[in-house]
């Protein structure tokens, strides 16, 4: 593989932000594959987005220093296979990853020749491509967009500060759910809550009654990053919450936007920016097998104002620094008066 010297003004960057693992050599042209099992979606892209631009800042410049090339299979295994075999001899200086199932099918075709970096992966450990959060001590490296439940429940506590009886509603078997759900009763004690109940709901139609089920015996129903419960099936779980002056946090965004009082989560743009820094850091020369899991470490935190209005939740002056986005849209809340 030729290295060239790079220009000094470009070096002098790389050496600011990676100070310590730049040899001072890089390859003249970056060339990436970039493989996604399942269709592309807007968590893809947003990845896609942050990598992009992390590669930007540090000089690359995309059809010129630096070539994406994209392998969609759309859930055809078969296709996905032969994909596999077209990266492995496609002389590449990186595979990025998106996704779950993208990353299993490369492990599963030993794809071992080319450094893979992954990302769009909720829990790596728990799905068998890494066995620790401290590094792969393979060709694989990568990031995830789970959040600490500590962390979510700690920012929430500043505007509520007392939750003894906590709800979650989930998708019943849905399994990053499960390990969402898993972590709550590991640290719930450790974090005051006397009580955790849980109500999974089968699909968008029963999250109502999921909710009715449990609005009476809580202070407050956490959302898990949980698809069926951070669409707009959320609504049916916002009528009921709010109405019973329940306040509803997430570990995504879109319950805040449907009505939920706060979320803490992972921004993928973010997230992808770390993961070009990942990207930029092995294709000079970092060992991938040595990198921890990558995380957002400060979560982006979004507020409802006029859930928090309508719940009298003031916020609090503490949480002036710590919010990165408000959420304004009008809530039309039948109380029955």
Request: proline fraction near 4%; charge should be neutral.
């Amino acid at each position: 593989m030729r290295r060239v010297t790079k220009p000094w003004t470009a070096l002098i960057i790389l050496l600011l932000l990676f100070t310590g693992l730049v040899s001072g050599y890089s390859i003249e042209k970056a060339k990436v594959a970039v493989f996604i099992f399942k269709p592309s979606t807007e968590i893809y892209d947003r990845i896609m987005a942050g990598v992009k631009a992390t590669f930007v800042e540090v000089g690359y410049r995309e059809n010129r220093s630096l070539l994406f090339d994209y392998y969609e299979a759309r859930r055809d295994e078969w296709q996905a296979i032969k994909m596999v075999e077209k990266i492995r001899n496609g002389n590449y200086n990186l595979v990025l990853s998106l996704g779950t199932r993208s990353t299993q099918i490369l492990q599963e075709n030993a794809l071992s020749e080319v450094p893979v970096l992954f990302s769009g992966v909720f829990d790596p450990v728990n799905a068998g491509i890494v066995s620790s959060l401290d590094g792969s001590q393979s060709n694989y490296a990568g990031s995830s967009h789970r959040q600490e439940f500590s962390k979510q429940f700690a920012y929430f506590l500043e505007i509520v500060p007392s939750v003894k009886r906590l709800g979650i509603i989930f998708r019943d078997g849905e399994p990053n759910s499960l390990v969402q759900v898993a972590e709550v009763e590991r640290v719930k004690k450790s974090l005051g809550l006397a009580e955790v109940i849980l109500s999974p709901a089968k699909d968008a139609e029963d999250l109502a009654r999921a909710t009715s089920q449990i609005v009476d015996k809580v202070d407050a129903i956490y959302l898990p990053a949980d698809i069926l419960v951070s669409s707009s099936a959320a609504l049916h779980i916002r009528d009921v919450a709010i109405t019973k002056k329940i306040p509803v946090f997430a570990a995504l965004v879109d319950p805040t936007k449907y009505g939920a009082l706060i979320s803490t989560y992972t921004d993928l743009y973010i997230l992808g920016k770390q993961v070009g820094r990942m990207a930029v850091r092995i294709i000079y020369g970092v060992d991938p097998g040595s990198m921890p899991i990558e995380f957002q470490n400060i979560p982006s935190v979004v507020v409802n104002r006029e859930a928090a209005e309508f719940l009298d939740i003031p916020i609090p002056e503490s949480m002036s620094g710590k919010i990165t986005g408000v959420i304004g849209k009008y809530l039309v809340i039948s109380t029955g008066d």
